[in-house]
């Protein structure tokens, strides 16, 4: 039997350089304020957010494609959309959306219509495994597709009480939900 390496890893797969971007304050704010009790985290990667959902009292599961990372749910959106009939109060979808084709969108934005409020990011950079990098107009549209309200009410709430490692260079002090942190409302629940 051959032992897998992490280099059977897809190349467009494993983009967490397994490291979470964890946000206790952003949880506790859904948590408190918005009634969040279950939620996903779509591009979970080690899983830390799901570990840190888990600890405050929030029921998570984190999707991944990358097996490596041993996620509640592997699927790789290139190929796959999730089926389901469940569905959430919250997805959690931080330094995900950039490392998907345009043209995957429909797969995991069929997963995320299953949930009352969305938190993500979506990076400007341009990088190896950044494939859709867009401003947040772009994401705006893409989302009101999917019944989406975005909501800067609940986004600055949000980033009063987030947590998040701040991503220190010599001119920036922002973390990534500073840069470009979008929070999402479904209109259909």
């Not at 206790?24 to 969040?36: A, F, R």
């Not at 969305?118 to 989302?143: M, Q």
Request: with cysteine.
């Amino acid at each position: 039997m051959t032992k897998l390496t992490i280099t059977d890893v897809p190349s467009h797969l494993g983009g967490h350089s397994n490291k979470t971007w964890i946000d206790s304050g952003s949880l506790q704010c859904m948590y408190d304020y918005y009634g969040v009790r279950t939620m996903i985290d779509v591009g979970c990667g080690p899983g830390g957010q799901v570990s840190e959902a888990h600890k405050i009292g929030i029921e998570a599961t984190g999707f991944d494609g990358d097996y490596t990372v041993n996620p509640d749910v592997l699927i790789d959106f290139t190929k796959d959309e999730y089926e389901t009939d469940d569905t959430w109060d919250m997805a959690w979808c931080v330094e995900f959306l950039e490392h998907v084709e345009e043209k995957y969108l429909p797969n995991y934005m069929k997963l995320l219509s299953k949930c009352k409020y969305v938190v993500c990011t979506a990076s400007t950079w341009p990088g190896p495994l950044h494939v859709n990098c867009k401003e947040k107009d772009y994401w705006i549209e893409k989302f009101s597709e999917y019944g989406f309200a975005f909501s800067q009410d609940i986004l600055d709430n949000v980033l009063k009480h987030s947590t998040m490692a701040k991503k220190r260079t010599p001119t920036d002090e922002l973390s990534w939900l500073d840069r470009t942190g979008m929070v999402y409302v479904n209109t259909n629940f």
